[in-house]
């Protein structure tokens, strides 16, 4: 039994998407037994606002832990270089605050915009608790899906931030957006991305045309960001230089237009 968990352990310890996921499932899990103990305390309209919605206070530190977990590993493959005054811890911590509080935010503002949908219609109907709950337990926002889903955006977004910095720490110029380039990648859902890999290069700090600095751009996007050693320099604009010829009167015989360099 010990073996077991200490395995399990080794494995989340690798796999940090696996971690994340299996972290918004208890999460979800355990949001979604308050909120229906809540609802069934007192039920009017003004329940759903009457809930502790203040997800940052109860999880940030352990979804920051799970967002460290996930950075470190994508600055260490794509080979971040520490500096003394920068690790890729620093990064990563920076990173994970940062956004670990908005993830959560926007997560828990989804679920709240979903339990007061479904406690209103309970309440329209004349719906029992029963009913309430049932809906509850079957609704995406506390599903084990959405927990996947969180879990592989987050992941995305990590990769790309992880190599951004690590980009930037080893000196390379740009970045070069590139599509899985199979049939799955079609017009439709994927048009963003397909207007970021035709792009070709950019710098590094620039966003792409699709708004973002790299994938995803959409839930379930494939799509991976390259790094650019050094970006063509645009080409120097030429000058021209203009020889006019004219007869004794000044009427102008001809035009010689020539280029050179700047
Ligand atoms: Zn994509």
């Known amino acids: 039994m010990l073996a077991e968990a200490a395995a399990n352990r080794d494995v989340r310890a690798q796999n940090p998407e696996a971690r994340m996921q299996q972290g918004w499932k208890s999460r979800l899990k355990r949001e979604l037994k308050l909120i229906t103990a809540h609802v069934a305390r007192n039920l009017t309209h003004k329940t759903v606002n009457s809930y502790n919605w203040n997800w940052t206070a109860k999880y ?3 979804v920051v832990a799970e967002l460290v977990a996930s950075l470190e590993v994508s600055l260490d493959a794509a080979g971040f270089v520490s500096t003394p005054t920068l690790s890729a811890n620093d990064v990563a911590v920076a990173y994970a605050k940062e956004h670990g509080a908005e993830l959560l935010k926007s997560i828990s503002g989804k679920t709240k915009e979903n339990v007061a949908r479904l406690v209103a219609e309970t309440l329209d109907k004349g719906d029992t608790l029963d009913v309430l709950a ?4 079957a609704d ?6 959405r927990a996947e889903m969180i879990a592989r955006t987050e992941t ?13 720490s080893l000196g390379h110029e740009g970045k070069e957006w590139l599509t899985a380039g199979d049939d799955r990648v079609d017009s ?3 048009g963003p991305c397909i207007a970021a890999e035709a792009q070709g290069a950019i710098a590094l700090d620039k966003a792409f045309v699709n708004g973002r600095d790299g994938p995803p751009a959409h839930p379930r996007c494939r799509c991976v960001l390259l790094p650019v050693t ?7 604009k030429s000058l021209v230089r203009r020889t006019i010829e004219r007869d004794d009167a000044g009427r102008i015989l001809s035009i010689t237009e020539e280029e050179h360099d700047a």
């Open 188 to 190: 439709g859902g994927s």
């Open 156 to 168: 995305a977004f990590a990769q790309t931030k992880g190599s951004l910095a690590s980009y930037e």
């Open 230 to 236: 050094r970006l063509k320099k645009p080409k120097k």
């Open 140 to 145: 995406f926002v506390f599903s084990p899906g």
């Open 134 to 137: 049932k809906k509850l337990r």
């Open 60 to 62: 940030l530190d352990e």
